[in-house]
């Protein structure tokens, strides 16, 4: 503990160096002058205001490399997803596969575009979807779907709350009517009552169709909110449209066992003669590791536990126009590798949380729509196939780097390819 005390204290002696205290305080005091760099007050994407961004912009970067001539020529097809736009970034899209995915959704063989700036991440769920196409693909199963926003209100006591449930309980069609009558394609499936002391939490769960939904269930939600508001027999002390039970863009324990968005399973049976081709390990070792790193992910406290979903989702999800900060609760679920009965690995991954949509949000958009078209999965009737790919394309990935871990090559694939 000295030594750390230690540490602390060179670090804030370097950090301030020479620096008095009142000088200290002066720099960090608020400054309230007019900024210098001013921005058309309109947020919209009209030519006239992207000019105008960029006469404050030009003299600080190329405006060629974020506002090219093809992201001028198309730019007015991006005026429902950003707000004060100035062009695109481009990210190295790279492809993996084929993956075989024998699903109730998916069912054949695909071509997955992966999005990053991340060396060795496309090769590595390449070779995993390669060892799974060699064992005759994953299996995969959609489980459960639904979309959650979770309004809170607060009473005076228990009594008013406990009153205000009892209402609640008998008002759900009428509810699901004002709900349904926002959207063409959301369904009010479910309404959960959360009480703690004085504050209850009501869950509204829906099906969002081939969106992933969010806004489409905030507007559902919002509408069901105004109406209780206007018609509750007790009114609350104050109430918001998110009580932060819904789970949204962050992980939590409670959609492990449940479901947000889209929860899906995968698996495989691999032979020892193909884990040993492909990744130059053994069954045997893998399990290993997977007993070990399951320890270890239960002593830091994950919630869930896996090798690294979150590279699959991201690279996918901006490829294909998802909403990325949804990998935030999108990248937990459970990885298990055992030995089997016949001497190979048998290797499963479940993920619970799969946001992400086939319709909607930024899937239109030309390189994001090009992308979902390469897998075959652009439009409607594609979201529930899309997801499994996802947990197969992930478990194609637990693989690999397992693969890797146990025959001592994580290192060397970064360095080679790292470069």
């Not at 228990?158 to 009892?166: D, H, P, S, T």
């Amino acid at each position: 503990m000295p030594k750390l005390n230690q540490h602390r204290r060179n670090y804030v002696s370097i950090l301030c160096g020479d620096i008095s205290a009142q000088q200290l305080e002066q720099t960090l005091q608020p400054k309230l002058t007019s900024p210098t760099l001013k921005l058309t007050p309109s947020p919209y994407l009209t030519a006239k205001n992207v000019e105008r961004r960029w006469q404050v912009l030009n003299t600080r970067t190329s405006k060629s490399a974020l506002l090219d001539d093809s992201t001028e020529q198309d730019m007015l097809c991006y005026h429902k997803n950003i707000e004060h736009f100035i062009g695109t970034v481009k990210v190295p899209v790279g492809i993996a596969g084929p993956l075989r995915v024998n699903g109730l959704f998916a069912k054949g063989d695909y071509l997955v575009p992966l999005a990053t700036t991340e060396a060795a991440l496309v090769a590595s769920y390449h070779r995993g979807a390669k060892l799974l196409t060699a064992a005759g693909g994953a299996s995969a199963m959609l489980l459960n779907e639904g979309v959650t926003r979770t309004p809170g209100f607060a009473f005076y006591n228990l009594i008013e709350a406990g009153q205000f449930v009892a209402w609640i309980v008998t008002q759900y069609d009428h509810f699901k009517q004002v709900a349904e009558n926002t959207t063409a394609h959301g369904k009010l499936s479910d309404i959960n009552v959360n009480i703690e002391g004085n504050h209850v939490y009501l869950v509204f769960e829906f099906l969002t169709g081939d969106a992933s939904g969010q806004n489409m269930v905030t507007i559902a939600t919002n509408a069901v909110f105004q109406t209780i508001l206007a018609n509750t027999p007790v009114q609350p002390e104050y109430a918001f449209l998110d009580g932060n039970l819904s789970g949204d863009k962050k992980a939590t324990s409670q959609t492990l066992r449940s479901v947000r968005g889209k929860k899906v399973t995968a698996e495989v049976h691999l032979s020892a003669e193909l884990i040993h081709k492909h990744l130059h390990t053994t069954p045997q070792s893998m399990m290993q590791f997977g007993q070990m790193t399951t320890v270890g992910g239960a002593l830091s406290g994950a919630i869930g536990i896996n090798a690294h979903y979150a590279n699959a989702l991201a690279a996918l999800y901006i490829a294909c126009g998802q909403d990325a900060a949804c990998v935030a609760e999108s990248a937990i679920g459970m990885t298990r590798m055992e030995v089997d009965k016949n001497g190979g690995l048998y290797a499963s991954v479940t993920l619970p949380n799969l946001m992400l949509g086939t319709v909607g949000g930024g899937t239109g958009l030309p390189s994001q729509k090009a992308c979902l078209d390469i897998l075959g999965l652009h439009g409607t009737g594609h979201s529930q196939a899309l997801a499994e790919v996802a947990a197969s394309l992930c478990l194609a990935g637990e693989l690999s780097i397992v693969g890797a871990f146990c025959a001592g090559h994580f290192s060397r694939a970064h360095r080679k390819l790292a470069r």
